[in-house]
């Protein structure tokens, strides 16, 4: 209300405006509906709106921005997302007292008039020249609900919100014109279900259904009277009425409802009298929106899923496209997450890596021959306080994930064999792998400039004592870094890059692998995603399937489902599955009698491969069985912790290596995801023991005293394993002191650091 004048009242100046200027509005109204040409003419001298007959006829009405729903393979929920509140519901799933309550209070001659309330609009003009302001509206329930549809059509644009918004006349006739045309193509029901979904209730809730889940968690058929005008109250001004925060001005605005609608004879005065003495009885359900509210520790899957969709070409045509349907909303994403996968990632983390440790851990699970992905998960949640983080460290960076993925280590070691088994070699190959050695140059690249050793760059194995001749079976399992660059160096380095291209290996920032011999030893990022569905083709028999996160999209426009196109998995051979055989007898010897033993399944036949890289900043376990496939890593998003004489989920730890912390997550995870699943053997090939060629080093642990890194780090300071010394660290699962640092052969990228970081308080980022 306008400040009264020390007089008493408004001056007769001021009266004069404020009648005026409600009667210019009724006025235009008037004209504007019986004689546009006259009204044009009057609004023109105003200069205040166009030509009424120059308006266009018809309103855009943009779908409403609903919920959307993602849910696992079960069909259970994992979270809702939403640029607004909403669920769409039929009138007929709305309770007839919220019909008759929201008509009573916001236009209660609704089924009488048209358009527009021109008794209203007299009535409105006189009470409000009395009183000098503006104390009555005379805008009809149509008449609001075309306001809304530009509101809704503005967005999140504050600026569109605003002209949507604005008092002015201009805006004013653009409503009333566009009110006639809905009244005239829709009728009073569809415009009375139209303004119940469209409207603002507060408290984030857009449309009765979501008001009624907020205030009272119940669906919106099932409000009782007193919830129904508690909720039709709130309506004129969301803030003001808001139950939860003035529960007093709320019940007396309630009771102000159903007063009217015992007034015009909606419910007998005795039941309006009964709902005023009833406490308002709230139930409130606090907004869960977003990734961030996942169950089963899904949050970082959440939003890989929602990366996918913004990426994906058959959801738009470009990501603006994409991103508008994405904050329509109205989706029920139905996913490939598995609930028990899901749920055994979590445990598994959850026992072996704490939240505040210095390192982190991340899980990823794939369906070998689908691509399906069953599990992901990570040690420290999604967040953006301490110890928590939004980077999802089992992904490539254009899904959320780190810069650049983390060195590998010796994982990398099966596909330099596949290549080599591709390439006619025996699985009996033998090469002299002494302790040292350099580089082998020139090595063949896949153009004709061979890469040349040009700085005598040097690798080891853990120890003095390990050196060959070894053959394949035993150098994998001990993880020999000399005779897997002996091997590159006679195969050549293309037939390496060719089988990672079919497996879609790429570095975490989508490159491609360097052309190098230091792959051999995985001195380069790469993501758990990427490691599992490379190392799932192993056990589907050498076919390699692209991950997939969506099984299937079902979206809610104007009232009807209509499903959409959803990107499907694409399944290649990537090598023979003779190679593929044979790599599952060696890998299983790895679990059986190598470097993965605490890793390896006593229920069934399992296999995989440990990695560590230099100074042991980054631990890893990938593995698998015949129907599931798994990588495990463990170490700081930063780079920046060297996991020696370190706490690990309570334990002690003073050499992390790939069998130790990640082995243990990996067979714990695969565990509770495959039981009750069936138990499935692989196609094994018989590969010949040497025994007299095992020279070298007894098991891991008791060689691992004393030990710098896996691959022969030898405990100096290198920056990144792998990434500095021309690939002395990759890494081979143990570990020993000795030796000098070698020269870089290339630097760290820049921006390496950025956006890799396990949580330090600050929105997950240093």
Known sequence: MPKNRSGGGLSPTQQAAKFLGVSVLAGAVLAGIALPAVGALGLAAKGSVESFDELPTN??????????????????????????????????????????????????????????????????????????????????????????????????????????????????????????????????????????????????????????????????????????????????????????NDEAEATKRRNTVLQRMADLGDVPQAEADKAKEAPLGLKVSKPKNGCITAVKGA????????????????????????????????????????????????????????????????????????????????????????NETEINYSVDSAYGGSNYGFPTGSTFKPFVAAAALEEGRPPTQEYSSPYEMEYPSPVQTCDSSPWTNLRGEKLENESESEHGPYRLKKAMELSVNTYFVQMIADIGLCPVVNITDQLQV?????????????????????????????????????????????????????????????????????????????????????????TGREAGLTDRDSAGKTG??????????????????????????????????????????????????PGPIWRDAMLGALDGKPVEDFNTIHIPDDEDRDKGRGDEDDNDRGRGNDDGNNGDDNLIGGLLGGGTGGNSDGGTGGGTEPSPSFSIPEGWWQGQTNGNGNGGRD
């Open 59 to 244: 309103l855009k009405t943009p779908p409403l921005s609903q919920r959307t729903t993602i849910l696992d393979a079960e069909g259970g929920t994992i979270a809702t997302v939403y640029s607004r509140d909403r669920t769409v519901v039929n009138l007929k799933d709305i309770s007839p007292y919220m019909q008759k309550a929201i008509v009573a209070i916001e236009d209660a001659r609704f089924y009488q008039h048209g358009a527009v309330d021109l008794k209203g609009v007299l009535r409105a003009l006189n009470r409000n020249a009395q009183s000098g302001g503006v104390s009555e509206g005379a805008s009809t329930l149509t008449q609001q609900y075309v306001k809304n549809v530009f509101v809704e059509e503005a967005g999140d644009d504050p600026t569109k919100v605003a002209q949507a918004t604005q008092q002015t006349l201009g805006r004013k006739i653009k409503e009333l014109k566009y009110a006639i045309q809905v009244e005239e193509e829709l009728g009073k029901k569809k415009i009375l279900e139209n303004y119940l979904n469209i409207t603002f209730f507060g408290q984030q809730a857009y449309g009765v259904e979501a008001a009624a889940q907020r205030y009272f968690s119940k669906s919106a058929k099932d409000l009782k009277l007193q919830e129904a005008a508690l909720l039709a109250g709130i309506v004129q001004s969301p803030s003001r009425y808001d139950p939860i």
């Open 506 to 594: 790429r570095q975490g920032n989508g490159d491609k692998l360097p052309e190098r011999p230091a792959i051999a030893l995985g001195s380069v990022g790469l993501s758990p995603l990427t490691m599992a569905s490379a190392y799932a083709a192993f056990a589907s028999r050498g076919m390699y399937c692209t991950p997939i996160a969506i099984e299937s999209i079902s979206q809610k426009v104007g009232g009807k489902e209509k499903s959409m196109e959803v990107p499907k998995s694409t399944c290649s051979r990537a090598m023979s599955e003779l190679t593929a055989d044979t790599i599952n007898s060696l890998l299983q010897g790895v679990v059986d009698s190598g």
């Open 299 to 386: 949050s970082f899957f959440c939003k890989y899923v929602e990366k996918v969709f913004l990426s994906e070409p058959v959801f738009g045509k470009n990501r603006e496209a994409r991103a508008k349907i994405w904050n329509q909303g109205g989706l029920t994403i139905t996913t490939t997450l598995d609930p028990q996968a899901q749920k055994s990632v979590q445990a598994s983390l959850k026992d072996h890596v704490y939240q505040d440790d210095k390192v982190a851990a991340a899980t990823t699970l794939v369906e070998p021959g689908t691509g399906k992905i069953l599990g992901m998960g990570q040690s420290k949640p999604f967040g953006y306080g301490k």
């Open 612 to 661: 560590t890289t230099d100074e042991r900043r980054n631990a890893w376990f990938v593995g698998y069985t015949p129907n599931l496939s798994g990588a495990v890593w463990v170490g700081s998003a930063t780079q920046k912790v060297k996991m020696r004489n370190i706490y690990i989920g309570g334990e002690y730890n003073d050499l992390v290596y790939g069998g130790k912390v």
